[in-house]
């Protein structure tokens, strides 16, 4: 089978005792970088040497293959440098081919930044989302962040420490989250200098400016909900059947935006036609 094992983020002592069995029992192991494996077997004191293939993401597709034809005789262990394999990390594409291909895939929980971070950054956590890394280039990352604008759910985004105060004006601009949107910005999560810091967009920008270091989370507040007058909420709800829609898509798409109830603007819609034009 292929096992993927979530390792330490930054804290050796939260590997699991499950981690640790796999790594002294493996033969084989699927890493994103074997160095920092090595180094992870040195300081967990295991003297297990198992073959190590390098999977990361410029050969997963290439080795994929290879790592499912293996898994059909013996266990494949898939480690990332840190937490959970696939999460913004190699390992979907193993796992994609080993589903088709039949392998039997599992894995050993544990430390994970994106829930860390959401645990403590004191935002809602009912409803939330992963993005991953925002795009390098400033005008791609403005659009990815403009199509975010109206997100409800509170946002966890991965950044690098030379991007960060680039990718919190971003969001502070009005065509994103704007200046005063909670934000709080994770370094470092469960090592030495962990810090976290929390403020408005703007805030943050600021105070990022001048330079930070370390593995970084960010973590956004959702979009607060828009009040809108129940007949404007008809009024696009028409707009949109009038426009080849139908009337339960309609409402269901005004619903999202608005917060509004999609089963009153439906029975809206429907009982109040539009007025005919004089």
């Not at 790592?67 to 999460?87: F, H, Y």
């Amino acid at each position: 089978m292929i096992i993927l094992a979530a390792t330490p983020i930054g804290n050796l002592g939260d590997a699991s005792r499950r981690l640790v069995e796999a790594l002294e029992n493996a033969t084989v192991v699927a890493a994103e970088d074997t160095r920092t494996t090595v180094r992870l077997l040195a300081g967990l004191r295991i003297e297990n040497r198992p073959r190590l293939i390098a999977l990361h993401d410029h050969n997963e597709r290439d080795r994929a293959g290879e790592l499912v034809a293996i898994a059909q005789t013996e266990d494949v262990l898939v480690l990332s440098d840190a937490g959970m394999p696939t999460v913004s990390d190699p390992g979907f594409h193993l796992v994609e081919a080993a589903a088709l291909a039949g392998v039997t895939v599992t894995a050993l929980p544990g430390p994970s930044a994106v829930i860390t971070a959401l645990a403590v950054a004191g935002l809602p956590t009912d409803r939330f989302s992963f993005e991953g890394f925002l795009p390098r280039k400033p005008s791609e990352r403005r659009q990815t962040l403009h199509a975010l604008a109206d997100e409800r759910r509170t946002m966890v985004f991965f950044e690098s420490p030379n991007r960060l105060a680039a990718s919190l004006h971003d969001m502070a601009g009005e065509a994103a989250f704007g200046p005063t949107r909670r934000v709080v910005v994770c370094r470092e999560l469960t090592k030495m200098f962990e810090e976290v810091k929390r403020g408005t967009a703007h805030e943050l920008a600021l105070w990022a400016d001048p330079g930070v270091r370390g593995e970084i989370c960010v973590v956004v507040e959702g979009a607060p909900e828009r009040i809108v007058d129940a007949e404007e909420g008809i009024r696009q709800v028409r707009a949109l059947v009038a426009g080849g829609m139908r009337v339960k898509e309609a409402a269901a798409e005004v619903a999202e935006a608005t917060g509004m109830s999609k089963r009153d603007l439906y029975q809206a819609a429907i009982e109040k036609p539009a007025a005919p034009k004089p």
